[in-house]
């Protein structure tokens, strides 16, 4: 047995890194994924990028990092990041969650409970590296030591820790082995939140070094922030494929959609993840045969980041956060709607919904919610004739960690599915008690090197048991099975995984959204809005 | 006689003052952005039948971790019942006739059974720490320090009452003693060690991650359950106007500090002509 790693390798000057799993090792899964052996064998990281990219963490890398050249440009970087960490505990320049930071480094009494709530952890098969404490435990000794200025005395009380280079590299990578999902802090019995820590560290490696995955940074937030959309569509591209996206819905449903856009003073300015539109088009149009049946005064927006609702920023940088739900604010300000109604996706939810709240005074302050009381309020109306029937098929729900635990959204989606879904099943445990999908915090835009290999093996295994279980009655082929992820991040991450192990090959169980499924069972729409074929 | 009293009052002091001065700390921090987790509570019964069997019962641990908490329930459960002796030590100084049995008869109980819980409690949590590979790893030598301490003490007080000589003063003579600074008091050497002691742990406790008495409640209420809304002209408002006006000095070029304020960076377009 491979001994487990401790908190002093992080220090380790060589570049090796510090664990490497076996599909042996990790937590096993339920028939028919069972048998470890038949599992696929994760790609290995290339040589090139060992070479060039600081990855001595484990088997994989997100942030592709450029190893420093000599000895003098590391110690420069250990200095930025001292200068960071300075900061991250400053008033000025962090009083955005100094208070919940302190209160996490401070008080954790290290028993350990947090580690039993992680998903990331439990599947990894108990690994060291994985354990919530770890990547906290190290912060919290290098708060005490460079921040506090502790000497031996601290370091008797709170541990000690070397600072050098390969800590510092190590440390990045290891705030992206975090879903943010925040379990951890639900069941810490003193209110400790090491999900925060995680959260806190990517800001100091983004705000004070520049460093974070491409994905959310070049080709996520700065790229909305550039021509609208991290799809890369302006805001004609995405009028154009909303456009094609009625016409489609219309001919497919037999019922004439038309999305309204820029429309002054409608009661809802609905705002999607613009990835549904490239992706999942048939979300969007679901939303908009929906709200036109029920007589929704409604519109989109055309203006720059209006068409796009994802806030990469809440996942690793306040001032993209911020610049980025501003731009959804004054949009709706604009057009002068009643309010802001987000679509189908978690984090946005949570970004705009609840976290952007403070920091949106006086007129900014458009009330904004999450489309699901309002779906719910339209299905409970009856103005939409539902027959439940054509849904005769199993159906269990993912619950977004951002809606649920981080919201306290859970009925109103329970309520849909119970009205218009006779075979629904939970997925235990489920509601504010679930489990990630394992895409959170961005991973399921992350495709860098081989990290789809860590997120479907590690990151995303405890959801991949869990809808297993909630199938493992009707796992026969012949059986359609549809497993309802309300949230693009998370279908993006089901989509890989399902594909990654063949369960729609193999099983059939086709992953969606919720509006399909209300779509899918109005009377009017011609039957058939599912169309039970993989994408 | 002095010293062993100036030591009691000097130590509950330094206790007072160490809570305070923590508790005004975390209190003065800026209001940080929401950052709830459900459920929440939305009355003061709902938020009371949370409370109540988090604080006497430790719930969360007996939930989620139920090896810890057939330990530290004990423990905590001890000093809740040495700290409830205390009172009753003090009702019993001060009650009238009636009363003073019943006062003393539960300050007795309490205190016997707080230290005894409170030493065995302990006792398990310094053998988790060490045996348990995932704990011992993450703890530092402070932390088996702290728990060696309680058990000390713990055992003081337990022995030091026990073997008090017939005649010497008691915990309640030496109450009423240093509350009149009376130097003609006989006090039996190991209790003396123990309260000493006991003083000693409670002025060090707010100087260390064991004040989490203090932190749960900014945690539970300002921080789990915080989800008041920012609402037009109110408190929220106001305190970020303040915060709105900060100056940071992130240093990476896309933030784009230099001397703008958190208001300048927020309207400011690094993509487009803003800082890069």
Redesign the interface.
């Known amino acids: 047995m491979k001994p ?1 790693v ?2 002093a390798d992080m220090s380790r000057p060589d570049r090796e890194p510090l664990v490497h799993l076996e599909n042996g090792e990790l937590m096993p899964l339920p028939a028919p994924l069972d048998d470890p052996a038949k599992d696929h064998a994760w790609r290995a990281l290339s040589e090139q990028a060992r070479q060039q990219y600081e990855c001595g963490l484990d088997d994989t890398c997100v942030l592709s990092f450029p190893r420093p050249k000599t000895p003098a440009e590391e110690r420069e970087l250990v200095g ?1 990041f001292l ?2 960490l300075d ?1 991250l505990f400053s ?3 962090n ?6 930071l ?3 480094m ?8 947090c ?3 992680c998903h990331i952890f439990e599947a990894s098969g108990n690994n ?1 590296l994985y ?1 919530p ?1 770890f990547r906290a ?1 190290i912060m919290r000794r290098l708060y005490f030591k460079h921040v506090r200025g502790g000497g031996l005395l601290s370091a ?4 000690e820790i070397e600072l050098n280079w390969p800590l510092v590299a190590r440390l990045a990578e290891l705030a992206y082995r975090c879903n943010l999902c ?1 379990r951890c ?9 090491n999900g ?1 820590i995680a959260h806190e560290l990517r800001k100091l490696f ?5 460093i974070a995955p491409k994905e959310i ?1 070049d080709n996520g937030s ?2 909305q ?2 021509v609208g959309s991290s799809t890369g569509m302006n805001p004609a591209a995405m009028k154009d494929n909303i456009d094609f996206i009625d016409e489609d819905i219309s001919e497919k449903t037999g019922i004439e959609v038309k999305t309204p856009w820029d429309v002054e003073g409608a009661e809802v300015l609905l705002i999607h993840n613009a990835g549904e539109v490239m992706a999942w088009p048939e979300n969007p149009g679901a939303f908009a045969l929906i709200l036109n049946a029920a007589g929704v005064s409604w519109t989109m927006s055309s203006e720059l980041a209006a068409y796009d609702s994802i806030n990469y920023g809440l996942w690793y ?1 306040d ?2 956060f ?2 980025v739900a ?1 731009k959804h604010v004054e949009a709706a300000r604009k057009l002068k709607v009643k309010r802001i109604v987000l679509g189908e996706c978690g984090h946005a939810h949570k970004a705009l919904s ?9 007129e900014l ?1 458009v009330p904004r919610q999450s489309f699901l009381p309002l779906l719910r309020d339209i299905v409970a109306g009856g103005s939409l004739d539902l027959d439940p029937a054509r849904n005769d098929f199993p159906v269990t729900l993912h619950d977004p960690c951002n809606v ?5 959204i ?1 009925e109103p989606q329970r309520e849909i599915i119970r009205a218009i879904c006779p075979r629904f099943r939970e997925m235990e445990p489920h509601g ?1 008690d679930n489990y990630c999908c394992g895409g959170g915090s961005g991973f399921a835009i992350m495709s860098g090197h081989n990290f789809p290999d860590w997120r479907f093996h590690v990151s995303g295994r405890k959801k991949l048991e869990q809808v297993l279980h909630a199938f493992e009655d009707c796992l026969d082929p012949s059986i359609p099975k549809y497993l309802c992820a309300p949230c693009s991040n998370c279908k993006g991450q089901f989509r890989d995984m399902l594909a990654y192990y063949d369960l729609w090959e193999d099983h059939r169980i086709l992953y969606g959204g919720l509006v399909e499924l209300v779509v899918n069972a109005m009377k009017a729409v011609k039957p058939g809005f599912i169309e039970w074929e993989w994408r | 006689m002095i010293a062993f009293y100036l030591w009691l009052y000097l130590g509950v002091a330094v206790f007072a003052a160490g809570c305070i001065v923590r508790a005004v700390r ?1 209190s003065r ?12 509570p939305h009355s003061r019964s709902g938020e009371l039948k949370i409370m109540i069997p ?1 604080i006497l019962f ?1 719930k ?2 007996w ?3 139920r090896p ?1 908490w057939r330990v ?1 329930f004990p423990f905590h459960f001890g000093l809740y019942l040495l700290a409830a002796g205390t009172v009753f030590l003090g009702c019993s100084a001060v009650a009238p006739a009636p009363l003073f049995a019943v006062a003393r008869q539960a300050s007795v109980l309490c205190g016997t059974a707080g230290a005894g819980l409170a030493v065995a409690g302990a006792l398990g949590l310094l053998v988790r720490r060490l045996t348990v ?3 011992r ?7 088996f320090l702290n728990l060696i301490l309680f058990i000390l003490t713990g055992s003081l007080l337990l022995t030091g009452q026990w073997l008090r000589p017939a005649g010497s003063a008691g915990p309640m003579a030496i109450l009423r003693g240093a509350a009149r600074f009376d130097t003609t008091l006989d006090v039996p050497p190991v209790l003396a060690a123990g309260i000493a002691a006991g003083i000693a742990l409670l002025a060090y406790i707010p100087m ?2 064991m ?2 008495f203090i ?2 409640y ?3 209420h ?3 359950w915080d ?1 008041r ?4 002209g109110g408190s ?2 106001r305190r ?2 303040e ?2 006006m ?10 784009g500090a230099g001397d703008r304020t ?1 208001v300048d ?8 002509g803003g800082p890069q």
């Open positions: 487990p401790k908190l930025k200068s960071g900061k008033r000025e320049n009083w955005t969650f100094l208070q919940p302190l209160l996490s401070e008080h954790c009494a290290r028993c350990q409970t580690a039993d709530a060291e354990r404490t435990e008797w009380q709170h541990g925040r802090a639900q069941t810490c019995p003193i209110g400790v939140d925060l983004s705000q004070e070094m520049g940074h700065m790229l922030l550039k940088d001032a993209q911020a610049r501003l609840v976290i952007a709240d403070r920091i949106l005074g006086g302050n649920v635990r981080l919201m306290g859970v504010v | 975390y921090q800026p209001l940080h952005l929401r950052w709830e987790i459900y459920p929440v988090e430790l969360g641990l939930e989620f971790n810890m530290s590979r995932h704990l790893c993450y703890s530092s030598p402070g932390d260390t991650h004040s989490h932190a749960k900014f945690t539970y300002q921080v789990r989800e809304a920012n609402v037009a929220i408002e970020m106007a915060y709105l900060y100056r940071p000095t992130w240093s990476a070029g896309h933030i958190w960076i927020a309207t400011s377009n690094p993509a487009k």
